[in-house]
């Protein structure tokens, strides 16, 4: 049992969102690493930032991300910084996997200023910038199919990445 496909991709890509619309149109389950994390912990991802560290989070994220891929035949997202660990991305390779980029402009407007996401206190602009800058090269290093979301509706997104891997639009 694999993924059929796997979103990657920094916060305000769309992952979750498409993720649940290729999954609908392809009659399978969408799954999300991140909300994986929360039901095993059972608070959110900002409270296991604040209370228990961001060393804490990444030792779960890892361990979720492990058990999708080797359970979930559906559509699967990855949380943005999922791929910064090495063994992750160890383990996505043989798996199609669809990085939706996005630039700053439209991942700020997607996130909100008034971000309550743990990585993003601050400068939200700046730090998402920080981030795009720094994981950009890794998300490309584990894709087989890179896809642009900026100015576009999530519809577009899935139908681009369902045409790419052999899949007619709805």
């Keep these: 049992m694999r993924p059929r496909l796997v979103l990657v991709g920094p916060m305000g890509a769309g992952k979750t969102t498409v993720g649940a619309l290729l999954a609908e149109r392809w009659a399978v389950t969408a799954r999300d690493t991140d909300a994986d994390v929360e039901a095993l912990e059972g608070r959110s991802i900002s409270d296991i930032f604040v209370d228990s560290g961001e060393g804490h989070f990444r030792a779960l994220e890892r361990r979720a991300v492990a058990d999708a891929l080797a359970s979930h035949d559906g559509v699967l997202a990855l949380g943005g910084g999922a791929v910064l660990d090495p063994s992750t991305r160890d383990l996505l390779a043989g798996h199609t996997v669809v990085f939706l980029r996005v630039g ?46 900026d100015g576009r509706t999530p519809d577009e997104v899935a139908d681009e990445i369902a045409a790419a891997i052999g899949e007619a639009p709805a």
């Design 104 to 149: 700053l402009s439209d991942a700020v407007k997607r996130v909100g200023l008034g971000s309550t996401r743990p990585l993003l206190l601050g400068n939200v602009r700046g730090q998402v910038k920080a981030l795009l800058d720094e994981r950009a090269p890794v998300y490309e290093s584990v894709a087989t199919l890179v896809v642009d979301t």
